[in-house]
């Protein structure tokens, strides 16, 4: 059988790129999905003209208009979940329910958004100087950039695009290299909707150049980006240096805390939920679980036990809990961390190891690791896989002490049935969003998603606050 092709899709038009690279199926390595065009620099740049051109005619669209669009990639999204939902476990490797979840998701923001282009507020006051009016009003930024990671292909896409649009602002698109399936059924949805030529681009290919081009061109006047501190920054000094706007959301290393007053079964379903579901590939997977001195034994006793159930495999498989690493290069870094933190004097209790299934695809136990210190680097820095470690508190306070112990500050999680405690934490946890007796991972799509230190760099995404970042304010001062 013929591996199908896709296109990039530039100026209303689908284009050919340079090159093809294959989307390999990580439950099934045999399992090649297509083959996907890679744009080059040059490519992003005619992307960029393209958006550069249908800026007027998007920005002088109605309410009305914008509203149509979104709310009809919402809908086809929502009667598609099913079959692109499972494109998206094919290529990157949650569960079935999983990834019919995030499709679902997705829809749901391009609605919200819909809604959002229909209340674009404003305000209209008096001058301080008499038979003056004052208006304030919010407009497009311009062309935006959206450059995403590999491991929400559908739902990160879709809030950065559904905003950047709903706003009024003309979009390239760059999505990761190993997850261009579902971007593209996206871009294929979004070709077919009434927005004008050039409005909507799709750029395959590689971050260095393709994403490069977006940091570089003057033609981009905002950028937002997630992924990895490193590329965050190389692009927060890039595009900044230019003057364009920026937001990132980057990594994080997600504490949460079991108290000795927690109800044990709900903190450890929470901590298997927010450490290991979707394969722990979440930026705001709890991967150091803080557990205070008097429940630790039975807690990571708790843990072993519902770990050993957990069904490992094929991702669009019945029954199985959770899916493959997404590649070859994370499960290396998995196991090297896994290895790091036994040569720091740790040890994993359980999992760890590389499973064999009756497909080839890079399978791993989930891995909990006890008997660490706060320097280790396990501790420190972000797997982003099935790990978790725990670490040992006294009290409280020690276990606060050690939750705000990083440099990161996306989520933060407490299990504690004390009201005292749970007050305390969503007050000083160093995080954007804190979760009181909840996973770490999992979020509303209509409210602000977001973090503090190293972890994030400008306004929040998503809900009403994603206006920040995807308009500008206009004064304007009329006498009477
Ligand atoms: P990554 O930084 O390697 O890549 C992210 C995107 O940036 C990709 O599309 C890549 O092609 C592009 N890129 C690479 N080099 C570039 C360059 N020089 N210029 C412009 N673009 C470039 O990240 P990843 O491995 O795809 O994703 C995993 C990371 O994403 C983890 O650190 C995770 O915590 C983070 N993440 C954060 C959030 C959040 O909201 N905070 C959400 C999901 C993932």
Redesign the pocket.
Known sequence: MNTPEYHLYIAGEWVPGVSARPNVNPSDTSDVIGLYAQADAELARRAIAAAARARPAWAASTPQQRFDVLDAVGNELLARKEEIGRMLSREEGKTLPEGMGEVARAAMIFKFFAGEALRTPGDLLPSVRPNVGVEVFRQPVGTVGL??????PIA?PAWKIAPALAYGNTVVF?????VPGSAWLLAEILSRTALPKGAFNLVM????A???A??DSPEVQAIS????????R??IA?ATARGAKVQ?????KNPLVVLDDANLEQAVETAVQGSYFSTG????ASSKLIVAAGIHDRFVQAMRERMARLNVGHALRAGVDIGPVVDER?LAQNLSYLDIARREGAQAIIGGETLERDTVGYFQAPALVTGTEPGMRINRE?V?GPVASVLRARDYDEALHLANDTEFG?ASGICTTSLKYATHFRQHAQAGMVMVNLPTAGVDYHVP???TKA??YGPR?QGRHAAEFYTTVKTAYIAS
């Open positions: 450059i995403t990671p590999w491991n929400f990160i760059k999505p990761a290299e190993l290919g590689a971050g260095s393709v994403g490069q977006f940091v980006f997630t992924g990895s501190v490193a590329t965050g190389r692009i890039g990132c959301e980057m990594g994080g590939q979440r930026c705001t994370q972000e982003f996306l998603f977001g973090g972890s994030s995404e």
